[in-house]
């Protein structure tokens, strides 16, 4: 059975920084892609960041660039976001994702997602 587990949410202060953990299992962790997503109130969800731990290839969203980094670590089965320098607009449910590189672009999305993690940044 796959699981996600995302934890490191918060409440932090515009220009502070908080580190997602997304800890996986059930599945071959360094073929998949994994990634976040994230939903903000009233808005649709966009896709974050991303990493293909079959070639170490990432993918950010333009607004994020710079200020995020996503890294994977094989040996715990565990991919992490280093959120810096947090704007207002980043609040939102953060949410790990994983899918086959097949399927983590699809139009549908990837097929496992964790539970979602609140961040909430003030200003």
């Known amino acids: 059975e796959v699981q996600l587990v995302e934890s490191g949410g918060g409440l932090v202060q515009a220009g502070g920084s908080l580190r997602l953990s997304c800890a996986a299992s059930g599945f071959i962790f360094d073929s998949y892609v994994i990634g976040w997503f994230r939903q903000a109130p009233g808005k649709e969800r966009e896709r974050v960041s991303c990493i293909n731990n079959s070639d170490g290839a990432k993918y950010y969203k333009l607004s994020v660039k710079g200020r995020f980094t996503i890294s994977s670590d094989n040996a715990k089965n565990t991919v992490y976001l280093q959120m810096n320098s947090l704007k207002p607009e980043d609040t939102a449910v953060y949410y790990c994702?994983?899918?086959?590189?097949?399927?983590?672009?699809?139009?549908?999305?990837?097929?496992?997602w964790g539970q979602g993690t609140q961040v909430t940044v003030s200003s």
């Open positions: 994702a994983a899918d086959s590189v097949e399927n983590f672009f699809k139009l549908t999305g990837p097929g496992y």
